[in-house]
């Protein structure tokens, strides 16, 4: 299958077939319709016009669900407390897992599959899926995924609910021919709060599949999301992400993001502060190598007055890898009193390693304060001497200042056990 | 088993291509106490830089032992494994790297695979050695001297010095910027040091750390070498007298390097 041979029929029987309500049905035609004519997204400084994003052999694929944590593969059980109360896994496509405390459902928490909030939250879902934080005919690649959405999850935290412990989700890629065309969507409604953590992971060495992940996170007035992701798909996987968050007034959306992909990746983070008063702040750590090609590009979009922006990006390059690092502060005019900072760091570690930090700030209004940093260097050889001096072999203080390099933005994760994970992943990376 | 002996023979040692040790004699044993003193330019840090290996400096001839062992040789990390320490005038700053990890891969690099220091022996010797030197004990868990005061890095030193327990260590101005209540507690910590498996060479342009450290033997360097040695009262005199007496004694003009007499 291609997606030259996707159709209306398939599309709409994979509908029905999961049952969907009409409307999200009607999405999917919609968008598959303006697919073809919609343009690609243009990373900047990244050419993708030889990038596969279209063409996979199966749209969906059945995968067995898990009856308990007991039986999940050993890359997963690295990720989950035992005692864990509010989890979701995903196999592939297929919910294989799911557990919410009863006193988050007593309070009306809804954590599910996408289907399930189709069918059974249709409304709520309705309301917020593809409507204020991306929207399906932006360009191809949304398009493309809005039609064939085949994953992902709802998580609706209720007005004046405080969720204090982490919701977490696991997306496990282990089929070969399991392409993830995944939406994430995170509502966290007035004066609520709401930690999440997800992980996607391949536990092939090499898939050749793509991933095209939607993440929507809506922050209503006064509410505050702390969004955690490790990203660690396979080598030969092409992936585009795009996790975007809304503010309501005096709202807080706060992202951690761990970038471990093996494959080609374009990703995409945006904050927009539409609320006056509310707060953005995104930490980014990557780490490339091989021949990887990857475009990062953050984004803080200010809308509301006196809101707050920050955008703090380190990556490692070894190998041949190459990356581009766009940060973007953006402040729209009557934006007054906002403040957007950014800070982009990349340590290179071989002479062939590539990577580029554009800083960039356009500002629409006077009454602001903006900044930015950005550097592009190697390990300092001060630094090494210095440990060294300690008795500390040289590769051991390379290690030590590459993780200290990457620290303050694996230490924001909020699940103990994910950041470990992280820690561990860093390590075998770039070893 | 006494001490270690670290000697240095005829020691000549060029940065970017310019000479600044220009025969450097010196013997440091446990159970002793150095002073190198000297003004500005002279060539004492360049020593230290030289004894520990940093990657700038180059040894154009002479030689450095350590117990008959040629430290020139070895790498910057296997000369502190061998018993070398320099607590450095400028420490580094390394980000996301806790004092406490820092220095418990430090231990754990002396004492090899297998033979790790346990966390618990870890932390109580650690948690010691902070209260002896007065230190706040969060200072454990932050980053290895970043955002520290002048005053917190050379405590930070000196418990690194504790903690990893040289045979040989050097002091490169420890006492620079320093308010006399942390000179005391610096000079603590040295002191609590001393003993015959410990041998020290303090560098210093002042007098006054002396006053709390007493040292067993007192050089003067001036134009790259030591031009005087002495015991304690050298000192003294040089902090009453100041360093023209040995100028004129020894005909010398101008003190710092690269002005010949």
Not at chain 1, 4 to 12: A, C, F
Not at chain 1, 52 to 67: G, I, L, R, W, Y
Not at chain 1, 88 to 107: C, F, G, H, V
Not at chain 2, 81 to 101: C, K
Request: one cysteine or more; hydrophobic letters at 40%; a negative charge.
């Amino acid at each position: 299958m291609t997606i030259e041979t996707i159709d209306k029929g398939i599309v709409s029987s994979f509908s029905k077939e999961m049952s969907e309500p009409v409307w999200f049905e009607e999405l999917r035609l919609k968008a598959l319709a303006e697919f073809e004519e919609l343009p690609m997204p243009k990373p900047d400084k990244t050419k993708i016009d030889k990038w596969n994003f279209t063409n996979f052999n199966q749209h969906t694929v059945k995968s067995e669900a898990f009856t308990s944590l007991a039986d999940l593969p050993d890359e997963v059980k690295a990720l989950v407390d035992a005692g864990s109360q509010n989890l979701y896994i995903q196999r592939n496509q297929t919910p294989a897992y799911l557990t919410l405390s009863d006193e988050l459902k007593k309070q009306g928490v809804i954590f599910t599959d996408i289907f399930t909030a189709a069918r059974e939250h249709g409304d709520l879902l309705k309301k917020y899926y593809m409507t204020q934080a991306i929207n399906a005919d932006e360009h191809r690649l949304t398009a493309l995924h809005a039609a064939l959405v085949n994953g992902g999850i709802f998580l609706y935290v209720p007005k004046n609910v405080q969720i204090t412990e982490p919701i977490q989700a696991v997306f496990l890629h282990d089929n070969n021919e399991a392409n993830l065309f995944n939406h994430v969507l995170v509502v966290a409604d007035d004066n609520s709060s709401v930690t999440y953590v997800e992980n996607y992971i391949s536990t092939m060495e090499t898939s050749n599949t793509l991933a095209n992940i939607l993440t929507e996170v809506i922050a209503n007035t006064n509410a505050r999301v702390q969004y955690g992701a490790v990203d660690n798909l396979a080598k030969g996987v092409t992936t585009y992400v795009n996790r975007r968050g809304v503010t309501g007034r005096d709202s807080r959306i706060e992202w951690a993001l761990g970038l471990m992909n093996e494959g080609n990746t374009i990703s995409e983070n945006t904050t927009n502060l539409l609320g006056d008063g509310s707060y953005g702040d995104t930490k980014t750590v990557v780490v490339g190598r091989g021949e990887q090609i990857q475009n990062f590009t953050t984004k803080v979009v200010h809308f509301g007055k006196h809101t707050e922006g920050y955008i703090l990006k380190h990556g490692v390059m070894k190998d041949s890898a190459t990356s581009i690092f766009n940060g973007i502060g953006k402040i729209e005019h009557g934006a007054s009193k906002s403040n957007a900072e950014q800070e982009s760091r990349v340590l290179m570690l071989s002479e062939k390693a590539r990577g580029d930090a554009n800083p960039i700030l356009l500002i629409d209004e006077d009454d602001v304060t903006a900044g930015h940093a950005a550097s592009v260097g190697r390990v300092d050889p001060t630094q090494l001497y210095y440990l060294m001096s300690r008795g500390i072999p040289k590769a051991e203080a390379e290690r030590l200042v590459i993780h200290g390099f990457l620290a303050p933005v694996v230490n924001q994760l909020p699940i103990e056990k994910v950041k470990q994970q992280l820690t561990e992943v860093i390590e075998r990376k770039v070893r | 088993m006494a001490g270690s002996t670290l000697t240095i023979k005829d020691l000549h040692v060029a940065i970017d291509g310019k000479e600044i040790l220009k025969g450097v004699n010196l013997e440091v044993k446990g159970g002793e106490i150095h002073a190198i003193m000297g003004p500005n330019g002279t060539g004492k840090s360049t020593l230290s830089a030289a004894i520990m290996g940093h990657p700038k400096y180059e040894v154009t001839s002479g030689s450095i032992t350590l117990d008959g062992q040629n430290v020139l040789e070895m790498e910057v990390d296997e000369r502190a494994r061998a018993g070398l320490f320099l607590a450095m005038q400028y420490p580094s700053e390394i980000t996301g790297v806790t004092n406490a990890d820092f220095l418990r891969s430090a231990i754990n690099s002396r004492l090899g695979e297998g033979n790790e220091i346990s966390l618990m022996k870890f932390i109580r010797k650690m948690d010691e050695k902070m209260e002896f030197l007065e230190m706040d004990l969060d200072m454990a868990q932050r980053y290895l001297n970043e955002g520290f005061s002048g005053g917190e890095k050379k405590r930070n030193e000196i418990l690194q010095l504790m903690m990893l327990e040289p045979k040989i260590a050097i002091l490169d101005e420890i006492d620079s910027g320093l308010d006399i209540d942390a000179l005391k507690v610096v000079s603590k910590g040295v002191n609590s040091m001393r003993g015959e498996d410990f041998g020290c060479l303090i560098i210093t342009h002042y007098q006054r750390l002396l006053n709390y450290i007493t040292p067993d033997y007192v050089h003067v360097m001036m134009q790259g070498r030591v031009v005087k040695s002495g015991g304690p009262e050298l000192a003294q005199r040089l902090e009453a007298e100041g360093y023209d007496w040995i100028k004129k004694e020894l005909g010398i003009e101008d003190e710092t390097v690269g002005q010949e007499a």
